[in-house]
């Protein structure tokens, strides 16, 4: 099989996963993985990979040559990386071609991001299938959204009403991200050409699990059975939760050693992704907010965002000096129970802990999922992409999290912060949050087993390609 991530760590780590468990399962498989070099930041890929490729041999890295993207007008980040993405195409081509000369390639797995090589795949015959890395819910919202388009001709967020589609409740308009809300915008017809070219491969693979989402099952079937203007829907196989294993190599141990003396519980951490980044005066707030709970935090605090005109750069932000972003005498008056990152440890690794019992994050699909295996309560504090839509069904649907109240403007006061770390911890909402998501981590760990309903579905997408012929002992 053949992997397509788009750039970033947080997409190659769950296809990478993906690649573990079919070999788990079927070792005569390989797994080619096609990385891309970006001209902007995707966290610390290089380091992971070598690592991975050290461990397994039978998954192979192929870094596909550098491309230069010319432009003068970007109007969002995302924009750029669709059009670099474009350019790659060619090489992508090339890589298939020359795999396909050596052995046979029984799938070839794209993110939903990269859709711009299912005609590069087509062309060669090969299988094509989709790697959809977020909610089930929200997977809906992405296949309905050219019929959001036709339906409403302006920004959602100035409609009078909530959004109906097959399967979900009514939904505020504000959950749909800000790149899918101005159709004026090139970023927007990116969304629009991807969510079209998505249900033409020949399945989807999610990276979620049934008993997390029911909601997301009643609506994905709704929509399979929402047959308007003739679009096709191809099967989904849930085949969650892939998250990054627990290991503590690439961490920063004197942080994991400092968890591992703390009472059982009685850490609350705080992370809010790879790329997410809050102003320096968000970041005195949060201080105030966590020294006022009087919680035991573990904290992982990055430098504020750049300004700078250039959309098309994402330099890699310099490391924060935490004497000058946080207040004066914070470190000091919080050593006995506090302590702040500025470098990164595993968060798989952090949240596996016996000390954390609580999570402040953005709600980023990979830290749901690995919050709900290591089964650690949530405090969703959503930024930006689909984090809000994940975030509403964390704190409604599936009821694993407390909710962050944010001002119009988004800024979070030190006292809601205290508030919400305070109730995650040590109130009787946090206690039954905390056994539902005891309750939850089972289900995931069910769910890979033997017998387990994603392990069924990912056999059920395997077998779908036994049929291509075959003359050689090893597939890709």
């Not at 099989?1 to 079927?26: A, Q, T």
Request: net charge negative; charged share 20%.
């Amino acid at each position: 099989m053949v992997f397509f991530p788009s750039p970033g760590i947080g997409h190659l780590i769950p296809m990478v996963e993906l690649g573990k468990l079919i070999l788990r399962h079927h070792p005569s498989f390989s797994i080619t993985i096609l990385i891309t070099t970006p001209p902007f930041e995707t966290g610390a890929t290089a380091p992971y990979m070598s690592r991975v490729a050290s461990e397994i041999q039978a998954i192979t890295f192929i870094e596909l040559p550098p491309v230069e993207l010319s432009v003068t007008q970007i109007d969002h980040s995302l924009t750029f990386m669709f059009e670099w993405l474009l350019l790659c195409k060619p090489a992508v081509a090339q890589a298939l071609q020359s795999i396909s000369e050596k052995t046979v390639i029984r799938a070839f797995v794209m993110d939903s991001f990269c859709s711009t090589a299912l005609d590069v795949a087509t062309d060669l015959g090969v299988p094509a299938y989709f790697f959809y890395a977020s909610a089930a819910a929200f997977l809906t919202v992405f296949l309905y959204f050219p019929e959001l388009n036709k339906q409403n001709p302006g920004k959602f967020r100035d409609l009078a009403c909530d959004l109906v589609l097959p399967g979900l409740p009514p939904l505020p308009p504000s959950l749909i991200p800000e790149v899918m809300q101005d159709r004026n915008k090139k970023v927007y017809e990116w969304f629009l050409y991807h969510s079209a070219k998505v249900p033409q491969g020949k399945g989807i693979l999610l990276n979620s699990f049934e008993e997390l989402e029911p909601l997301g099952l009643k609506a994905l079937q709704a929509l399979m059975d929402h047959t308007h203007g003739g679009v096709p829907r191809p099967p989904v196989y849930w085949i969650g939760p892939l998250v990054g294993g627990e290991d503590r190599s690439g961490g920063d141990n004197d942080t994991l050693q400092w968890l591992d003396s703390q009472p059982a519980g009685s850490v609350v951490f705080l992370s809010f992704g790879s790329v997410g980044r809050f102003s320096e005066a968000q970041i005195r707030e949060i201080a105030v907010g966590l020294e006022n709970s009087g919680q035991r935090f573990l904290w992982v605090v990055r430098s504020p965002p750049r300004e700078d005109n250039d959309r098309t750069k994402r330099l890699r932000p310099s490391e924060p000096d935490l004497e000058e972003l946080l207040p004066q005498g914070f470190l000091q008056r919080t050593a006995d129970k506090g302590l702040v990152m500025k470098s990164w440890a595993s968060q798989a690794a952090v949240l596996s802990c016996a000390a954390v019992g609580g999570f402040v994050s953005h709600c980023g699909w990979n830290s749901v999922l690995e919050s709900v295996c290591a089964g650690v309560p949530m405090a969703a504090w959503p930024i930006y992409a689909e984090q809000a839509m994940n975030a509403f069904l964390m704190v409604g649907e599936m009821g694993l999290a407390v909710a962050v109240e944010r001002g119009d403007d988004g800024f979070v006061k030190a006292e809601e912060v205290a508030r919400c770390v305070r109730e995650l911890m040590e109130s009787e909402v946090g206690k039954r949050i905390r056994e539902r998501m005891a309750a939850v981590k089972d289900s995931a760990a069910r769910a890979l087993r033997v017998g387990g309903s994603s392990l069924k579905n990912l056999e059920a997408m395997v077998n779908a390609g036994k049929h291509l012929p075959s003359s050689l002992e090893t597939e890709a």
